[in-house]
């Protein structure tokens, strides 16, 4: 095998690292095509994150929705494990970037998670009905085909804090608004819609839909897919994640648990007992 050129070693290791977002070079950035200057001032941060995942600018409607979309996650209060991570991740020393890295690790699938889970669900009964199916009977029936699967919560849907979730019917009425001008379908809004009516039937009650499910209508009417769901939810949070860890770094306080120590917690082990001695232990 013939040695490599230092042409051809050079361009190697050009390849090594392949993007289409950002070319960089001496005095020049460009994000997508667009020079970053030109991206300064005239560009929102909404619409920045679009480009960069969609590789497009999106329209002023599509922006707005998302944008719309974002405002409500950033915060849940500091029993939301997110945000006491980050509290209490100060008070043991961390600066703010260790402290966010910490909470934004517990975004997992439990903590974090159903937003993207309710993505893939809306989808599923989406592919079920088909272009002219019926939405609610698609839905009971993905539904029960994932009780029958063990699937015992239904993402999107109920709230361990909120009967009803005050964030969700705002967001429903800007969908509306984009439906009407033209922004998005409302494919995934009925769907949505679907998802409550069949889980009425199925439990003889109301169960509302909860901030993950409209965000979730939201992000599959604009077309992302359910893993950037999650993503964005991330970036969402983390503007609440910063201010919680800021504002306990003003505040003070050192080594801050979960719960102040005049609560205890449960212990739920052997009574106290003597230690055996060696020749004892094993009888």
Known sequence: MAAKTPE??????????????IDIHPGKIAIRGYPIEELIGRVRFPEMIWLMLRGELPTPGQADLLEAAMVPGVDHGPHAPSIAISRMAVTCGLPVNGAMASAINVLDDVHGGAGQQCMELYREIDAEAGPHGDLVAAAAAVLKRRANAGDR??????HRFHPIDPRTAPLFALVEQAR???????????????????LRAAKGRHIPMNIDGITAVIFCELGFEPELGRGLFVLSRA???????????????RIKGPMTPQIPYRYSGPPQRAVPEPADRGR
């Open 239 to 253: 503007v609440g994640i910063l201010a919680h860890a800021w504002e306990q770094k003003q505040q003070g306080g």
């Open 180 to 198: 009407g001008a033209g922004t998005v379908t409302g494919r995934f809004a009925a769907i949505g819609h679907a998802v409550e009516a069949a």
């Open 153 to 158: 919560i239904v993402p999107g849907f109920g």
């Open 8 to 21: 051809e070693i050079l361009a190697d290791a050009s390849a090594w690292w392949d993007t289409a977002i």
